[in-house]
């Protein structure tokens, strides 16, 4: 059987494109490697992609010059973590509260990883977290 690697892509679904790519990248500092008016591609790190997409864009499936890809779509909060290094959390904290995106809640792991969790422009949760929340991570 294949053994899966890693997790390739996250979705997010996001009713204003421009607005989430400020917070995206702007913010948190993502690069993109493509967009368009459908969707925004941000590298996320360690071979991670984070997709933002305009609601009901690919709800009917996209046909491109290389192929087709299935329809798909999502609706309301939902959660996505990002891993990030125990000594820039605090700064993280501080840049998201002044950009506006307080921090509502603040957890400590058992493991010794600790996250903080906001919310993103269109109200997703977005948690940034220290190594030591998994036993993977």
Same mark, same amino acid.
């Given at each position: ?26 913010? &948190?500092?993502l690069e993109?490697?493509?967009?368009? *008016?459908?969707? %925004?591609? @941000?590298?996320?790190? +360690?071979?991670? #992609?984070?997709?933002l ?15 087709w890809?299935?329809?798909?779509d ?7 973590a &990002? ?7 605090? *700064?993280?904290? %501080?840049? @998201?509260?002044?950009? +506006?995106?307080? #921090? ?5 792991w ?11 422009p ?15 991570y």
């Amino acid at each position: 059987m294949p053994v899966i690697q890693h997790l390739l892509e996250a979705s997010l679904y996001c009713d204003d494109l421009p607005r989430a790519l400020r917070f995206y990248r702007d913010l &948190l500092g993502l690069e993109p490697l493509f967009v368009d *008016e459908r969707l %925004a591609a @941000l590298d996320a790190g +360690g071979g991670t #992609v984070l997709l933002l997409f305009r609601p009901r864009e690919s709800a009917g499936g996209v046909s491109f010059p290389g192929g087709w890809i299935p329809p798909h779509d999502g609706a309301g909060p939902v959660h996505l973590a &990002l891993a990030v290094e125990a000594a820039h959390i605090a *700064e993280l904290e %501080a840049r @998201l509260t002044q950009a +506006g995106y307080p #921090v509502e809640s603040q957890v400590t792991w058992g493991r010794g990883g600790r996250s903080i969790y906001c919310r993103d422009p269109d109200g997703h949760s977005i948690e940034f977290a220290t190594p030591g929340v998994w036993a993977v991570y």
